[in-house]
């Protein structure tokens, strides 16, 4: 009996302690659980950037977010001061998925489709939730955000009101001329600026009239009087 209630006592013991060691290995596991962050979206969702420019072309993001993540954000360099009329002056870079809370990239502006004026700009990064929460049912239901710091870049080291003048002026050719228009030397030279008479390889009855000022040629048939097409940059034909 004796050797039976040791036994037991003995079996007792182990299981309290087994017990007791269990219970403390289950608090551990919910105060380590409790020092995890939250899977919520903060109650004042952020994003900011940070832009350093490289050389003349090359501008360096940094990009930062409280965010859930990941998410997709569009990244732009952007003329300061303009409006939703005006040609448009920048760089337009690819969406970036941001997985870390601090993000580095790396935006080449000389991939634009115009060289880019000495001048200041905005780094602008844009979050929305619409397609840049994919597969982020947390981010999904934050609001639109948005990030603009204003920086200084060499660009191709012209002026931003030249650019401006040689886009507006290519705007207006493209609206505006087509094949067959008539062709007013007069008339286009007061709308586009001095024009460099070349030769056509077009043909025998065309001429090459290239535009500095607006960076375009236009090709004219002599005989009809009457423009045949407009290129872009110097061109023959």
């Known amino acids: 009996m004796g050797a039976k209630s040791l036994s037991f006592a003995a079996l007792v013991g182990f299981g309290v302690s087994g017990l007791a060691g269990c219970g403390k290995a289950t608090d551990q596991v919910t105060e380590n659980r409790s020092d995890l962050p939250s ?19 090359r501008v360096e993001f940094t990009i ?32 970036v998925t ?10 080449d502006t000389a991939l634009a489709d115009k060289p880019l004026p000495a001048a200041d700009y905005e780094a602008s990064v844009n979050f929305y939730p619409k397609w840049g929460a994919e597969g982020n049912a947390l981010a999904a239901s934050a609001p639109p955000l948005e990030a603009k710091v204003v920086f200084k870049l060499d660009g191709s080291g012209g002026t931003a009101k030249n650019a401006t003048l040689l886009r507006e002026r290519q705007k207006w050719v493209m609206l505006n001329v087509i094949a067959r228009t ?31 000022g607006a960076d375009m040629t236009l090709i004219v048939n002599r005989l009809k009087n009457e423009v045949t097409v407009w290129r872009l940059g110097q061109e023959t034909k």
């Open 182 to 212: 008539p062709w007013d030397k007069a008339d286009f030279e007061r709308r586009l600026g001095k024009a460099e008479k070349r030769h056509s390889d077009m043909s025998h009855l065309h001429d090459a009239y290239y535009f500095p």
């Open 98 to 107: 941001l997985n870390k809370p601090s993000t580095v990239v790396i935006l």
């Open 64 to 95: 930062t977010t409280n965010m859930p993540l990941p998410i997709q954000v569009a990244t732009s360099v952007d003329l300061v001061g303009q409006k939703g009329q005006d040609v448009y002056i920048g760089y337009q870079g690819e969406h």
């Open 39 to 57: 899977a919520a979206l903060p109650a004042k969702p952020v994003l900011n950037v940070a832009p350093r420019a490289l050389d003349k072309h």
